[in-house]
Nanobody, 125 residues
């Protein structure tokens, strides 16, 4: 089982950028497809993006497409979510997770079973 830890969250103004990292501590993160999810207060957890083991398949939620970029950094054993042009509706706790399934365009949280504890992202003036 893979253990992952998120970092990089914080407070940012609308239109700003944040770079989130998902670091693995118990093995190679490229052994698993990785997804990013977020949850706002009072709302269901929703998928943001995923990347397969060799980085040849990626998927984005409609809300993220054109603004967010997911990638792998082999040197640091991390998966990065670069977020630009942030909006207030992007606010929430962001989680990364690994799956034994694959990087599906459905971005279903129930497909993922190895979760980090999350990092808070707040977009506000």
């Amino acid at each position: 089982q893979l253990q992952v830890v998120e970092s990089g969250g914080g407070l940012v103004q609308p239109g700003g950028s944040l770079r989130l990292s998902c670091a693995a501590s118990t093995g190679p993160i490229n052994s698993y497809p990785i997804g990013w999810f977020r949850q706002a207060p009072g709302k269901e957890r929703e998928g943001v993006s995923c990347i397969n083991t060799n980085s040849r398949i990626i998927n984005y939620a409609d809300s993220a497409k054109g603004r967010f970029t997911i990638s792998r950094d082999g040197a640091t054993n991390t998966v990065v979510l670069q977020m630009t042009n942030l909006k207030p509706e992007d606010t929430g706790v962001y989680y990364c997770a690994a799956t034994l399934y694959y990087c599906s365009s459905s971005l279903r949280a129930n497909d993922y079973d190895m979760w980090g504890r999350g990092t808070q992202v707040t977009v506000a003036s």
